[in-house]
């Protein structure tokens, strides 16, 4: 399929590049070929060579929201376009447009620095910053869609680049339009946020407040809940560095009033958060009830602090990662009457 070393000349794309190191799961598998994003041009090159040698393309942001089961038969594309940029303010609100290879933790750093409010209940979450819109990350009581203005993003057909305002983006609980009626079809590149000048605090959600009180916190400011939020994520959360893991594995899931009251009855300490389609049920507590915090199999378990969290203690293989979540997914189906769905994506 390549002749030459010339052929490479743009984009340095490589042959037979192991994943691991681009993956938080850390799973070793191999990309049949790879290459780097710096600009829309990159993106559209590596478009143009997936067509040309009849081959999957493949994005890969921070590779924190996936599991790889085999080696990609595909040209693998790192995101890695970069650059923070403030494009239009008013006397409340500040409009950024970021690079989609921007880690996103970064972002919001820089974020509580020049004092734009909005994100700080994001901290610490992994991945870049083009994953965010796609995945509607959130935490803490708040979700890009409260911050998200628009997007860029390339159509993979035609290799135009398109906008996509708020609601174009459809966003849903940990998805989008671009999970659903519009998956595999683009390649987002910059995201646009709206922050504010003036921030209003969220610190009812989980053990924010307790955590600034025992911080000594006596004025409140975005850094001490981002501070806050950072301390409860390290406490409960494996560093990907020291152990491989994806974050939260399984999406919480919403079951109807009449469902919860009746698990109520039966289990009086299930947590259960009102949310306009039901009651969102903490999946971490399920999976606990379960049995399964704590867990390993070989190479491989349940996290023992955060059940929500699988991981991989050295050498685990994607599959026996995999065949872990469906049998966690059907021991919770089979004691709750819940299915849970993951958060990660299987490739």
């Known amino acids: 399929m390549l002749n030459s070393q010339e052929e490479f000349s743009a984009m ?35 478009l143009e060579k997936a067509k040309e040698w009849n081959i999957p393309l493949l994005i890969l942001g921070g590779g924190s929201n996936i599991l790889l089961t085999q080696d990609i038969n595909a040209l693998v594309l790192k995101m890695e376009i970069s650059g923070i940029n403030l494009i239009e303010e008013s006397k409340e609100d500040v409009f950024v447009e970021v690079g989609a290879g921007e880690n996103w933790h970064q972002f919001v750093l820089h974020c509580i620095e020049q004092n734009w409010a909005g994100v700080e209940n994001l901290s610490l979450i992994p991945g870049t910053v083009g994953a965010s819109p796609m995945q509607n990350i959130g935490a803490y009581g708040i979700e890009i869609k409260e911050v998200f203005h628009t997007l860029r993003a390339i159509n993979r057909d035609s290799g135009k680049t398109e906008v996509f305002d708020w609601n ?80 939260s594995f399984f999406k919480n899931p919403t079951i109807s009033q009449e469902q919860f009251d009746k698990l109520k009855s039966e289990y009086p300490n299930i947590p259960g958060y009102p949310n306009e389609n039901g009651i969102k049920v903490a999946a971490a507590w399920l999976i606990e009830q379960a049995g399964w915090k704590g867990q390993t199999f070989g190479k491989i378990g349940v996290h023992k602090l955060q059940p929500l969290v699988l991981v991989n203690y050295g050498d685990g293989d994607g599959k026996e990662i995999a065949n872990l979540s469906k049998k966690i997914q059907t021991s919770i189906q089979e004691k709750f009457g819940i299915l849970l769905h993951p958060e990660v994506n299987f490739i």
């Open 12 to 46: 340095n794309i490589q042959e037979n590049i192991s994943l691991k190191s681009y993956n938080t799961f850390g799973i070793d598998k191999k990309a049949k070929f790879f290459a780097i994003a710096n600009t829309e041009e990159d993106v559209l090159e590596a």
């Open 168 to 247: 174009e983006c459809q966003f849903g609980y940990r998805e989008s339009v671009f999970k659903n009626a519009l998956k595999d079809q683009y390649i987002i590149t910059k995201v646009s946020f709206k922050l504010k000048k003036n921030p209003i605090f969220n610190i009812s959600y989980g053990a924010i407040e307790e955590t600034l009180q025992t911080m000594g916190i006596k004025e409140l400011n975005i850094k001490a809940i981002s501070d806050a939020v950072i301390q409860i994520r390290q406490s409960k959360l494996p560093d990907p560095a020291v152990i491989g893991n994806a974050g």
